[in-house]
């Protein structure tokens, strides 16, 4: 099992430029998330899908939207980066029953300049 | 509301000494409770979960923490540091009834020197 995937690993975006951030997940997960790690700041929600076909916004959505796109992946999209964006975001899953751990991907680390 | 506090951003040790990371927690029910560990450049790892079965818990690579209820902390420790334990480790809690939705919230993380 890989476990969480995610790509790319690194990129550099434009400000004002778009791209989508891929994560999937080999466990038969039911809930996914998107957080994203400042230095200082821990981890904080995105977005999240419990579900397949549901999403759900977390601590600091503004900026981004998600596609739930089946029980596997879940991938984020920023349409519009901004510098603000600059962060490294890390997607994990959980099996949705039981005792709540998640399960983390590797991370993308993107720099908006 | 919840929210989890660590005390302490920087935490270092020497090999071989006792290592405490402070974690408290607020939590409208009770909570379930976790430790993560993120080495430099990688994902995160759970370390150990409190889930109400027993106050003391022992997690991977000889760290364990207690939940004690009156302090609302949920403090980690390992007895005897090694250099393989330097990295940042974050607490976080999920409440533990209600939403079925696992959501965490982690504290702002703790970095782990060890020196030898």
């Known amino acids: 099992n890989a476990g969480v995937t995610q790509t790319p690993k690194f990129q550099v975006l434009k400000t004002g430029q778009s791209m989508t951030l891929q994560c999937a997940q080999d466990?038969?997960?039911?809930?996914m998330y998107w957080y994203r790690q400042d230095p200082g700041m821990g981890l904080r929600l995105i977005y999240y899908s419990a579900s397949e076909g549901t999403t759900d916004k977390g601590e600091v959505p503004n900026g981004y939207n998600v596609s739930r796109l089946n029980k596997r992946e879940f991938s984020l999209r920023l349409e519009s980066a901004a510098p603000s964006q600059t962060s490294v975001y890390f997607c994990?899953?959980?099996?949705?029953?039981?005792?709540?751990?998640?399960?983390f991907g590797p991370g993308t680390r993107l720099t908006v300049t | 509301a919840q929210s989890v506090t660590q005390l302490g951003s920087h935490v270092s040790v020497s090999e071989g000494a006792l290592v405490l990371l402070r974690c408290n927690y607020s939590?409208?029910?009770?909570?379930?409770l976790f430790w993560y560990v993120q080495y430099p450049n990688q994902g995160l790892q759970l370390l150990l979960k409190y889930t109400s079965a027993a106050t003391l818990v022992k997690g991977i690579n000889g760290f364990e923490a207690e939940f004690k209820k009156s302090e609302t902390s949920f403090h980690l420790t390992k007895p005897s540091a090694h250099m393989s334990d330097a990295a940042e480790y974050f607490c976080?809690?999920?409440?533990?009834?209600?939403?079925?939705?696992?959501?965490?919230?982690f504290g702002r993380g703790t970095q782990l020197t060890v020196w030898p």
């Open positions: 466990m038969n997960h039911n809930s």
């Open positions: 994990a899953s959980r099996k949705g029953t039981g005792l709540f751990e998640q399960y």
């Open positions: 976080a809690v999920s409440r533990g009834r209600g939403s079925t939705l696992g959501r965490l919230y």
């Open positions: 939590s409208s029910v009770p909570p379930y």
